[in-house]
C-alpha cells in the first residue's frame, strides 16, 4: 500500500506569492490533516478535512485554506505569503473508527522557504 | 485545553545505554497517546500507540504505558543504537479534537557509538 504523497518536496518562493500544496492520502483514508512544523513553534494543526469538509481548524490566519477532493485528495493554499511562514508543512491521513480518528500516517513534507 | 509536556533535548547517550524519554498530558477525556519519530529530512513516523489505560505499545525494542493515574506516556528503550538518533515527538488525541493531534516540543536524541 503506498504512503501519504506530497507534493512538490520542496518550493521557494518570494513574499507577497501565493503557493499550493497537495497531498495525496494513503488508500481508502478518508481524514486528511495539514501541520505547520518550524524549529519556534514545534508542530502546529493546521486543519483537517473528512469527506470533502472540513471538521476541525488550528488557529491559523485566514490566508491559509484548503480544500479536499472527491478522491480524499488534499490541497493547503497560502496566499501573500510571510517570511515567518517558511517552514515545514506535513500532511497526515487516518480513517475514522466510530467518531474517533485511527493512528495518522504522515507524508514527507513540503518544504516551504520564503524569500 | 488539552495538551502534552515531554523532557527538553538534546539527549546524547552512547550506544547500548539505557534511554527514557518523559511525557506528561493534560486531557479533560480519555486520549490516545503516541510517540512518532522524525528522522533528519523526513516527515513523522508513528513508533507505538496506546489507546487505553495501562495500555503498553510496544515496536523496534522501544516500549510506553498509558499511565492514567499519572497523566504520564513515557518512552523507555534498553539498549540504544546509533540508528536511533532522531527526534521523538509525544502526541495525544481525543474525541473532541477528531483529526487533531496535539504534539510534545519535541526531544532530540544523539547516540555515539
Known amino acids: 500500500k503506498a504512503g501519504v504523497t506530497q507534493t512538490p518536496r520542496y518550493l521557494i518562493k518570494t513574499r507577497g506569492q501565493q503557493v499550493t500544496l497537495s497531498c495525496s492520502p494513503i488508500?481508502?483514508?478518508?481524514?486528511v490533516s495539514w501541520y505547520q512544523q518550524t524549529p519556534g513553534q514545534g508542530l502546529q494543526f493546521l486543519f483537517e478535512?473528512?469527506?470533502?469538509?472540513?471538521?476541525n481548524k488550528g488557529n491559523f490566519p485566514g490566508r491559509f485554506s484548503g480544500r479536499q477532493f472527491s478522491n480524499s485528495r488534499s490541497e493547503m493554499n497560502v496566499s501573500t505569503l510571510e517570511l515567518g511562514d517558511s517552514a515545514l508543512y506535513l500532511c497526515?491521513?487516518?480513517?475514522?473508527?466510530?467518531?474517533?480518528?485511527?493512528?495518522?500516517?504522515f507524508g514527507q513534507g513540503t518544504r516551504l522557504t520564503v524569500v | 485545553g488539552d495538551s502534552v509536556t515531554q523532557m527538553e533535548g538534546p539527549v546524547t547517550l552512547s550506544e547500548e545505554a539505557f534511554l527514557t524519554i518523559n511525557c506528561t498530558y493534560t486531557?479533560?477525556?480519555?486520549?490516545?497517546l503516541f510517540w512518532y519519530v522524525q528522522y533528519p529530512g523526513e516527515g513523522l513516523q508513528l513508533l507505538l500507540k496506546a489507546t487505553k489505560a495501562d495500555d503498553k505499545g510496544s515496536n523496534k525494542g522501544f516500549e510506553a504505558t498509558y499511565r492514567k493515574e499519572t497523566t504520564s506516556f513515557h518512552l523507555e528503550k534498553g539498549s540504544v543504537q546509533v540508528s536511533d538518533s532522531a527526534v521523538y515527538f509525544c502526541?495525544?488525541?481525543?474525541?473532541?479534537?477528531?483529526?487533531?493531534?496535539?504534539f510534545g516540543k519535541g526531544t532530540k536524541l544523539s547516540v555515539k557509538p
Open positions: 486531557a479533560t477525556g480519555y486520549p490516545s
Open positions: 497526515a491521513s487516518s480513517e475514522l473508527q466510530g467518531r474517533r480518528n485511527t493512528e495518522a500516517f
Open positions: 488508500s481508502g483514508h478518508r481524514s
Open positions: 502526541a495525544l488525541s481525543d474525541r473532541r479534537s477528531q483529526g487533531n493531534l496535539i
Open positions: 478535512y473528512f469527506s470533502e469538509t472540513q471538521r
